[in-house]
């Protein structure tokens, strides 16, 4: 069976009910004190899943007040990481680690852990959006023992802004958006393997930051590297030159090397059978898209990354055993 998100939305509760039973949700994995200026009013939506020991949050709220104190990690503490990154509003994070107070905007992460105090405030921006203002987020919740970086190393990112528009945090951060995305189709056994991988690409990330990447395990350095790799070639699928010496200099490689490491993690696959079988399924797609359809089918192979029609049929043939015409005129 998919995997199933736990939601909650102001079209079920509103008010001091929609606050506690938000609260109750994001508690689950962020044990902090919880407060509000809208709580009479509050109207918000959360959804959480488990990806194995990797908890994903996407959440939208008028404002919120998270603290955690000296006392409550005396009582417990699970030593989580909180990963959290504004997809609209604004915020502020007090921590314990080196980072002191942060300005938080949206398109930036900030971590906090739970073995360390921290006083976080998010609000909507005024004047944005329809309706009140709010704020909204993504986050992950993951074991500290899930991360192969020591804690004293990370102990130094804590509380601090991490960028999220470039590099390995721009990869992190189309990886989660799109993981919130497909959580209802994805099946228990998906959802671990994309827990796991969430926690390489933060590692990665964090790594990055500490200037730090050849501490991290090789294994996890593979998996980020594959991530990244093939991110790199849907985005550039429509580029008819898009080659593994091109993807290996994307990422400074070489094609050797690239070709080794893509081969074994990937059952045995090639990168060029891989672009290849990416830029067919994509023409199986558009073929059949009621917004492409007026678009003729050689635009459509070439939009695909492959311009040359005949080579096109014919591979497309031999993959889905149906010829690009009949696979339109069918589906329709």
Avoid: N
């Avoid at 962020?30 to 709580?39: L, Q, Y």
């Avoid at 955690?68 to 504004?86: A, F, K, P, S, W």
């Avoid at 898009?242 to 080794?260: E, G």
Wanted: aromatic share 6%.
């Amino acid at each position: 069976m998919p995997v199933t998100p736990e939601t909650a939305g102001s079209d079920v509760l509103d008010g001091v009910e929609c606050f506690e039973h938000w609260r109750e949700v994001m508690g689950r994995t962020r044990a902090a004190e919880m407060t509000s200026d809208h709580v009479t009013t509050f109207s918000a939506t959360v959804r959480q899943a488990r990806l194995g020991p990797v908890a994903v949050l996407r959440t939208a709220f008028p404002s919120i007040r998270v603290r955690r104190t000296e006392r409550m990690i005396r009582r417990c503490d699970d030593e989580l990481y909180h990963l959290t990154m504004l997809t609209a509003g604004h915020g502020t994070v007090a921590s314990a680690g080196p980072g002191g107070t942060q300005r938080l905007t949206p398109g930036h992460f900030h971590l906090v852990t739970s073995s360390q105090p921290y006083d976080s405030w998010f609000a909507g921006t005024p004047g944005t959006g329809v309706g009140h203002p709010r704020a909204e987020g993504i986050g992950i919740d993951l074991p500290a023992s899930a991360l192969p970086i020591p804690a004293h190393r990370v102990r130094h990112l804590l509380g601090r802004v991490l960028p999220g528009q470039q590099g390995t945090g721009a990869v992190l951060a189309a990886f989660l958006l799109t993981l919130d995305r497909q959580l209802p189709a994805l099946r228990p056994a998906e959802a671990t393997r994309l827990g796991a991988v969430a926690a390489d690409l933060l590692s990665a990330c964090l790594a990055r930051e500490l200037d730090a990447e050849d501490a991290l395990p090789e294994q996890t350095r593979h998996r980020a590297m594959l991530h990244d790799v093939r991110a790199f070639v849907r985005r550039h699928l429509h580029d008819p030159g898009l080659t593994p010496a091109k993807v290996a200099a994307a990422h400074h490689v070489s094609v050797s090397y690239l070709h080794r490491l893509f081969t074994s993690g990937s059952q045995g696959t090639t990168l060029a059978a891989y672009i290849r079988r990416q830029r067919l399924a994509k023409a199986y797609r558009d073929l059949v898209d009621p917004a492409l359809s007026a678009l003729p089918i050689h635009a459509v192979a070439a939009r695909c990354g492959m311009p040359r029609p005949s080579a096109f049929t014919r591979a497309f043939k031999a993959a889905y055993g149906i010829s690009p015409s009949d696979h339109r005129h069918y589906c329709r």
